[in-house]
């Protein structure tokens, strides 16, 4: 149990575009999720928390105009990096905590977004 | 604020050699989480352990050892009699409570090599 996936799994795209991540709690309900964003040889680096029919909340220096999370059920989050730019090519891993495991995260396989 | 220390960037050793990697944290919390993640090349977190602060026995599992001391907030992990499968970036965290959830503070990783 507590399986995590993403989708897609990498995406290439084109300067400009709009692309969405999704983040799924295969087999629980998840009262909050998280998405972090990786860069090349870097650290996980917490973006936003995400709770079920609620506004994120945004880390500090993270636009929440550009990176657009929904969080509209229980087992389902989507990120949207709006208009994104090669700087925004990084790895995001999403992670979910089950209701009533005392917060422990389960991660997503993560998704590489490359944009050129 | 929160921080995770992990003055190892990388470390190469010999197969069957043993292997300690170094975790400092910060925290003015009096409850926390400690963890450890590997994450190999394919990029998918794979957890490995968690240990609040109010445990200070040391654990064991397998051919992995945990060593917490909260006299000089370290949380050492040590892999005993290395393979070259232990090839990976292992990323110590720290849990910020949030309301109940865990907002995890990561350090930014030891590389690990394992050579045959």
């Known amino acids: 149990g507590a399986v995590v996936s993403q989708h897609p799994s990498w995406v290439i795209c084109k300067s400009g575009t709009s692309v969405k991540i999704e983040c799924r709690s295969l087999?629980?309900?998840?009262?909050?999720m998280f998405w972090y964003r990786q860069f090349p040889k870097q650290s996980l680096m917490l973006m936003a928390t995400?709770?079920?029919?609620?506004?994120?909340?945004?880390e500090q220096g993270v636009e929440k105009d550009k990176f657009l999370i929904n969080h509209a059920s229980l087992t389902l989050s989507t990120l949207t990096v709006t208009s994104a730019h090669p700087e925004d090519s990084s790895f995001y891993i999403c992670?979910?905590?089950?209701?009533?495991?005392?917060?422990?995260?389960?991660f997503g396989p993560g998704t590489r977004l490359t944009v050129l | 604020a929160q921080k995770v220390t992990q003055a190892q960037t990388e470390i190469s050793v010999v197969e069957k050699e043993d292997v300690t990697l170094d975790c400092v944290y910060e925290?003015?919390?009096?409850?926390?989480?400690l963890f450890w993640y590997k994450q190999p090349p394919s990029g998918e977190l794979v957890f490995l352990i968690r240990r609040n602060s109010f445990d200070e026995q040391n654990e064991i599992s397998g051919r992995y050892s945990w060593n917490f001391q909260k006299s000089t907030s370290s949380f050492n992990f040590t892999i005993t009699a290395s393979q070259v499968v232990d090839s990976a970036v292992y990323f110590c965290a720290l849990s910020e409570p949030l309301g109940g959830s865990e907002k995890l503070v990561f350090g930014k990783g030891t590389k690990l090599t394992v050579n045959p």
């Open positions: 087999d629980f309900q998840a009262t909050t």
């Open positions: 995400s709770n079920e029919g609620s506004k994120a909340t945004y």
């Open positions: 992670s979910a905590i089950r209701w009533g495991s005392r917060g422990e995260q389960f």
């Open positions: 925290t003015r919390d009096t409850t926390y989480y």
